[in-house]
């Protein structure tokens, strides 16, 4: 019998400025595709306008809200 992997990823950074928000949701896309694992997502401080809805890209960046929507489809969010 194979056990559930749960990964909780907490996320405080604004989402543009750093690479932490953007590495955090990239590594929790990746998980959130894999079979037996579960994966949340929390947002509290500066990371709750990770969220945000429309948001406007700088350049040379991804859109982290398109990356949220995403992981909300197969795993969970919270602010």
């Not at 405080?12 to 079979?35: I, Q, S, T, W």
């Not at 809200?65 to 969970?76: P, V, Y």
């Amino acid at each position: 019998m194979e056990t559930l992997k749960k990964y909780l990823f907490v996320i405080n950074d604004a989402p543009y400025g750093n690479e932490r928000p953007y590495n955090a949701l990239r590594m929790a896309l990746n998980l959130v595709k894999r079979e037996g694992v579960q994966v949340k997502a929390f947002l509290m401080a500066d990371g709750v306008f990770c969220a945000c809805k429309g948001q406007k890209t700088p350049e040379g960046y991804y859109n982290v809200e398109r990356m949220l929507k995403s992981i909300a489809k197969r795993g969970k969010v919270a602010t």
